[in-house]
């Protein structure tokens, strides 16, 4: 696949009882998980921390990282192109806020799957058939 095609992010699985945290940025209308691009020298860690405190003003505690799943998708609004998403649980401290490029975060169940992109859609089935 050409860069034009594909897309590799990181996202956060952050999870209460049988809900995932996620985010819906501006101009968009579906929800996603926290997180996003790899900037260069960045390992997928290091890009998830940075994401998560840019979006959501929380810091990751870096020794309680762990992948959770590698979730490829149809990226949303993006006709033709793919989504590589490789997905960590990990735990934060700080009270979660829209950073600047957020409209909102919610805390979404499967009655909810409908408003979220296709990636977020099956770490949604992947946690409810775990």
Request: proline share 6%.
């Amino acid at each position: 696949m050409t860069a034009e095609t594909a897309l590799t992010s990181v996202g956060w699985v952050a999870r209460d009882l049988d809900r995932l945290l996620v985010v819906r940025t501006r101009g968009r209308d579906a929800f996603y998980l926290p997180g996003g691009k790899i900037e260069p020298g960045e390992t997928l860690q290091q890009a998830l921390i940075r994401e998560v405190q840019e979006e959501l003003g929380l810091a990751l505690r870096p020794d309680t990282i762990d992948h959770f799943a590698t979730v490829d998708a149809p990226a949303h609004a993006r006709p033709g192109v793919r989504l590589t998403m490789e997905c960590y649980t990990g735990t934060s401290s700080g009270t979660p806020r829209a950073g600047r490029e957020i409209a909102e975060f919610a805390w979404l169940g499967p009655d909810d799957i409908d408003r979220c992109a296709p990636a977020v859609q099956q770490v949604i089935r992947l946690l409810t058939s775990r």
